[in-house]
């Protein structure tokens, strides 16, 4: 498994709290990325970084935003958590941009 | 808009039987596509690509522009081939982003 790991992997939080979570890589990939995954939508990406400081919204952002000071690092934020994103977080990286990912072991998020 | 669909939630077939899992997509360009797996309890992992034109564990993808498909196929299903497979778009216009569809369960029955 490439080197990336996520934090926490599991959360529960109530609704209107903030929420960051970690994702970490020591492969040194230029791209980063946040999925969420729900049933029935498949996975869907919320923001990605090709690089440092520079990030872009994938197709549901809102309500979400991110971070990426240094290469290893990938923050994503919930500024005010609601229910609608109870869901199931990846971070991904690669190294030639989205030709092959590598995946992190996904964070669990329970928005009560 | 750029889209990946795969029409169907849940596969079922026996061991030793074909198995197909379908995927669309709605690209104006030229496409980039990919299958992804993810076992039970492991991480979501790359299967193929079109542009390498390979098979992986006995499963193959053609792309067909004019259909603009990429189904996943295998002549003889096997029991360790159940999981969740998704298909996933690069498109060429914009940086990395992956695009992918909502994934098909594949369950193999002995």
């Known amino acids: 498994d490439a080197g990336i790991t996520q934090s926490p992997r599991h959360k529960v939080t109530e609704t209107g709290t903030p929420v960051t979570l970690r994702c970490h890589q020591t492969?040194?990939?230029?791209?980063m990325y946040w999925y969420r995954q729900d049933p029935g939508h498949g996975l869907r990406l919320i923001h990605y970084s090709y690089g440092v400081k520079d990030t872009d919204k994938g197709e549901v952002s809102d309500g979400y935003s991110v971070s990426r000071s240094k290469t290893e690092d990938f923050l994503l934020t919930l500024e005010s958590a609601t229910s609608s994103q109870t869901s199931v977080y990846f971070c991904?990286?690669?190294?030639?941009?989205?030709?092959?990912?590598?995946f992190g072991s996904g964070t669990q998020l329970s928005v009560l | 808009a750029q889209r990946v669909t795969q029409p169907e939630k849940l596969l079922s077939v026996f061991k030793g039987a074909p198995v197909e899992l379908k995927c669309n997509y709605s690209y104006s360009g030229s496409p980039e596509l990919f299958w992804y797996v993810q076992y039970s309890r492991q991480r979501l992992q790359l299967l193929l690509r079109h542009i390498s034109r390979e098979s992986i564990k006995g499963f193959t993808a053609d792309l067909n522009k004019g259909e603009t498909s990429f189904h996943l196929k295998k002549p003889f299903a096997q029991e360790e081939d159940s999981a969740m497979y998704y298909c996933?778009?690069?498109?060429?216009?914009?940086?990395?982003?992956?695009?992918f569809g909502q994934g098909t369960e594949l369950s193999v029955k002995p």
């Open positions: 991904a990286i690669s190294d030639r941009r989205g030709e092959k990912l590598f």
């Open positions: 996933a778009l690069l498109p060429g216009n914009q940086g990395g982003k992956l695009i």
């Open positions: 492969e040194n990939h230029r791209y």
